[in-house]
């Protein structure tokens, strides 16, 4: 296949695969527009789902394809999928459904704890709010 | 240092980084709420990110700390950094300095194109507008 920029202004989708046949996947809830997860897709998840319409990944841990929602019910229908510069990266904006949640703590999102810097040591606080203070949001 | 459990649930901030040494970031518009890019940070960056407050990334393909916006002038100032359940994935809020853009192709967005599956066969299409059709948003 080609090289960078062919990569980067082409029509073609050819995900780029890393040595371990994997791109990373961003999980955006298409209602509210916020992350909910990061995972990772091969070319199986990306297959299935693209041809299912719900969102399969690669469980790295357990090293199977794995229909996100199958034990949980917090399924991923697709609604649209995007792809970056180079095409290692993708964005996979889903309608939840279940409870509408997407991280197996419970909560919606994964991402329920922002970085804080105290003294030069960094440490976490739990967010009160999906948003949080500190982002101006329109 | 602790296992799942202990990283998921505690304030401290401890990140997961792969073999490589690395871990994911997604970076984020703060004031619009959208992906601009993903890339990839070590604790050098982490830390370089966190003291200085301008996002540092971990070059792979040139095998360098990097800090965004020295050459292209689109620096990002960072408002707030989260980490997911098992602190292998950052999310970096930012305000971008220059001309607003993120993607070395003189885009906004790294993710200017959706994927689109026609008669099985997925192919790309580029973006009118960074939000989109089909997208719901509030």
């Given at each position: 296949m080609g090289g960078g920029a062919e990569r980067e202004e082409s029509l073609v989708f050819q995900p780029k695969f890393g040595?371990?046949?994997l791109v990373t996947c961003v999980t955006i809830d298409a209602g509210r527009g916020d992350v909910l997860m990061v995972a990772h897709m091969n070319a199986e998840a990306i297959e299935a789902t693209l041809t299912t319409g719900f969102v399969h990944y690669w469980?790295?841990?357990?090293g199977a394809l794995w229909r996100k929602?199958?034990?949980s019910?917090?399924?991923q229908r697709l609604i649209e999928m995007r792809v970056d510069c180079d095409q290692d990266a993708i964005l996979a904006f889903v309608e939840v459904g279940g409870d509408g949640g997407a991280c197996h703590t419970g909560?919606?999102?994964?991402f329920y704890r922002r970085v804080e810097?105290?003294?030069l040591a960094a440490r976490l606080a739990y967010l009160g709010d999906a948003r949080g203070p500190g982002?101006?949001?329109p």
């Open positions: 040595a371990d046949g469980s790295r841990s357990r929602g199958d034990t019910g917090q399924t909560r919606r999102s994964c810097v105290e003294a982002l101006q949001r």
